[in-house]
């Protein structure tokens, strides 16, 4: 099964040699962007410029352009109220910096299951069942723990948008702050609105392998006055606004992006309608490259989960028993595929932490194989 697989995968991708699994494509006005921006090297003009065609785009009030999409998470679980000793839920099927961000407010991640969506029915009976109405009134006090559960992150996994409508719906029901991640998400919407516009706040990310890159940095979008103005107080190291004094009024971080990440980043945003319909081809010419091989299928929407996906990347389903020898046939052709992010429970720093049932997480894991996705991959 392996060689015949990897004969399919092989045939829709370019002949060169080796093919990333996400490679940025740099085909428009990166090399003038960035030029000019190093003329006018203390500027943040394009700073701005990536902020204001976010906040359009994404229909959001206001976007703080941060360093990382890491970074933008941590500002946004700070300016929804995160405390120190609070308990956060979060997917296990996702990239760990998730978790990790909720770990830099000195809070603890407590895990929720899901496959490539939370299953918001699972989680309404996962807090029905472990908590009870905090008199503090904050979120939910976990009856095991007797943390206060103040947060939920919704990750847009792989770039499919999450079920927001029922899952804010439960965050309503139990007090909970909602934040969406969509890190991976740029250009996938529910409906008539965009990733990246749901709950108090939500995220970006513009990491080298993101659909659209600024060589690095993020972003907060939020639709609330009192968080954005909190992010961005947490984000320019608390400084005071003065002409020329130079105080602080907070304990801040130094979390803005720099101008000229932005300025990758908007020459890459002009051409996202582009790359959306590209990640489409490959997506189409994947599904018939593997036609007809039995116990395989493209991870793609269904009918019932009206939502678009940017397929940031696009990912392979095979049984678990066969994962590791088709990944390793093709990385002997020096094309490189990903596994699914390890579920975080999985990892030693998270062992011990409190968590649902995750087998949904662990076996979708087991049978992801995310292709090479970058825009160069459609010849």
Not at 53 to 58: A, G, P
Not at 130 to 158: C, E, F, M, Y
Request: charged share 20%.
């Amino acid at each position: 099964m392996q060689v015949r697989l990897a004969d399919a995968i092989e045939g829709v991708l370019p002949k060169r040699r080796p093919i990333g699994h996400h490679e940025a494509a740099i085909n428009g006005k990166e090399w003038e962007c960035v030029t000019d921006c190093l003329n006018t090297l203390t500027s943040d003009t394009y700073v701005e410029v990536l902020e204001y065609k976010l906040s359009h785009y994404c229909g959001v009030a206001s976007v703080i352009a941060t360093s990382s999409g890491t970074a933008a998470l941590h500002l946004a679980l700070l300016a929804v109220g995160v405390q120190l000793g609070d308990e956060v839920l979060v997917p296990a099927s996702t990239f760990a910096g998730t978790a990790f961000a909720v770990t830099y407010c000195g809070a603890v991640p407590n895990f929720i299951d899901g496959g490539v969506r939370i299953n918001a029915y699972k989680l309404r009976r996962y807090l029905e069942r472990t908590t009870v109405k905090n008199p503090g009134g904050r979120g939910r006090l976990n009856s095991k723990t007797g943390r206060v559960i103040s947060a939920l992150i919704v990750v847009d996994l792989l770039g499919f948008p999450a079920d927001m409508a029922k899952l804010t719906a439960v965050a309503d029901e139990f007090g909970l702050s909602l934040i969406e991640d969509a890190a991976q998400a740029l250009g996938a919407s529910v409906g008539n609105r965009r990733c990246g516009s749901f709950g108090r706040a939500a995220i970006l990310s513009f990491n080298n392998n993101k659909i659209v890159t600024g060589n690095g940095g993020g972003a907060v979008l939020t639709n609330d006055e009192w968080v954005a103005a909190k992010v961005w107080q947490l984000a320019t190291t608390g400084r005071i606004k003065h002409p020329w004094k130079i105080e602080h009024d907070v304990i801040g971080f130094n979390y803005r992006m720099k101008n000229i990440n932005a300025a990758i980043a908007c020459a890459q945003f002009e051409q996202l309608d582009s790359f959306l319909s590209k990640k489409r081809e490959l997506l189409a010419r994947y599904k018939q490259a593997i036609k007809g091989i039995e116990g395989v299928g493209i991870l793609e929407e269904s009918e019932d989960w009206h939502g678009e996906p940017n397929y940031w990347l696009i990912s392979m389903l095979v049984p678990s028993k066969d994962r590791e020898e088709v990944q390793s046939e093709l990385n002997k052709r020096r094309i490189e595929t990903r596994a699914l992010y390890t579920p975080l429970h999985k990892l030693p720093m998270f062992e011990n932490n409190p968590r649902d049932d995750l087998k949904s997480a662990e076996i979708f894991a087991s049978m992801v194989i995310c292709l090479p996705s970058g825009i160069g991959c459609v010849q």
